[in-house]
């Protein structure tokens, strides 16, 4: 969708046009949603947080001003939703493991996450996000533009109004700012081997 | 020899998958005389590793998302073209949600739970789980069989207050709605005689599906009045509303 065919079908949208608001949902919804998932950490609250952040992108339509792109406007909306969605569960009671009678954890399936692992993803997740939101605004703009919003070297580039040499080596300032902000707080992946040739590999884009 | 920014930016791009044969070499012959560049490389895989996820949307989150839309839609076409009443749920949900109702304004309203949209799902009252006996939007018509709704200033300059209906007799009792999901907890209803300017002014815009602007008050607020249907319509000036539908404990209605 272009500039321009985005702001026709947010204007439809704006008037009630549902039609011109699905196109929106379908256009964007692998982005609110794969950034929901890197918030939360579970699938179920990626849903829940994405139909949320759409519900609210619908309901304040009106207020969308369209000086930026509804992509930007929707990050931040799935990013309040997301938070407020783990707000909430953390007031909630964290799900035990499942145990038998003498303690001894029980057979989970393997296709759904056990609760202790997206506990611990949550944990990750979330200190990740403190890590970051803890740099220069400069930095943790780029880091969220490549890590959380999957967004291209060259995208990055585009929106920022730099180079892409320039985009390399910004994104590398923070990252390795990132690193020390992580190094300060111990690491929090310690249990994990470095996997980094393997995620390169599957990373294959820019 | 290199400076140390060129490896770091090096093990960046490795990150991303964007290095040549050439500069991989590189950067691993660096890595083995450089300990904190490994332990760089490390976090930051991790990181990656962490947030590396390639989720698609599950199926139907699209539908999902436009059901609980046209939802909306609907709940507030309803809101605005039929008679609001309370239902009986609406005092189990008066513990959650802070509302008080006075007792002449509510019929007796079923309560199913099967055409509930999923938006109004009490996000902020999350501490409690939803009573069977919640109220929930009820819409029996297919939205494409709503006729029209006249424009918001049509009402304004007219006389006609088009969506005043004191009994509206032709929605049967079980089809009325019971606002309080309707829209988040506030009452939306209509207007049309002098409105209260405490009402006004604790009114909270709304935009409507149509364009309109209207004005949500909170349930609190209705305490005191005997409200069977208020809401502020005002083409977006408060000075300008049409009025309510109220009547107020000591029977002076309108």
Known sequence: MTALEEKETVAAAAKGDAVAFEKLVREHQKNVYSLAYKLTGSAEDAKDASQDAFLRAYQNLGSFRGDSRVSVWLYRLTYNASMDIIKRSRRGTLVPMPTDEEGAELDVPDTAPRPDEVYERREELEAVREAIGELDPDKREILIMREYRDMSYADIASALKLEEGTVKSRLARARMALAENLKKRGTIFASRKSNSQKTSERRDEG | ?254
């Open chain 2, 1 to 254: 020899m290199n400076s140390h920014e060129y490896y770091e930016e090096l093990l960046s791009l490795r990150l991303d998958g964007l290095l040549t044969d050439e500069q991989e070499r590189e950067l691993e012959e660096h890595l083995e005389s450089c300990p904190g560049c490994r332990e760089t490389l490390e976090l930051l895989s991790g990181v990656r590793e962490t947030l590396d996820i390639d989720a698609e949307p599950p199926e139907g989150l699209a539908d999902a998302v436009m059901d609980a839309v046209r939802g909306d839609i609907r709940a507030k076409r309803a809101v605005k073209r039929r008679r609001i009443s309370i239902g009986a749920g609406l005092f189990a949900a008066a513990a959650v949600l802070a509302v008080a109702v006075i007792p002449g304004a509510l019929r007796q309203k079923n309560t199913k739970m099967d055409s509930r949209p999923v938006l109004y799902s009490a996000p902020e009252a999350p501490a409690v789980p939803a009573s069977p006996a919640m109220p929930e939007v009820r819409d029996a018509q297919p939205e494409d069989a709503l006729p029209d709704e006249p424009a918001v200033c049509d009402i304004i300059d007219g006389q006609q207050p088009v969506f005043d209906a004191p009994a509206d007799p032709d929605v049967p009792d079980e089809q009325r709605l019971p606002l309080i999901d309707a829209l988040d907890g506030y009452a939306a209803v209509y207007t049309f005689a002098e409105i209260p300017e405490e009402l006004v002014k604790a009114g909270e815009p709304l935009s409507l599906d149509d364009g309109a602007v209207g004005y949500a008050l909170p349930m609190e607020l209705l305490e005191q009045y005997e409200a069977e249907a208020l809401m502020v319509e005002t083409c977006g000036d408060p000075t300008a509303a049409l009025g309510i539908a109220l009547e107020r404990p000591d029977g002076q209605g309108q």
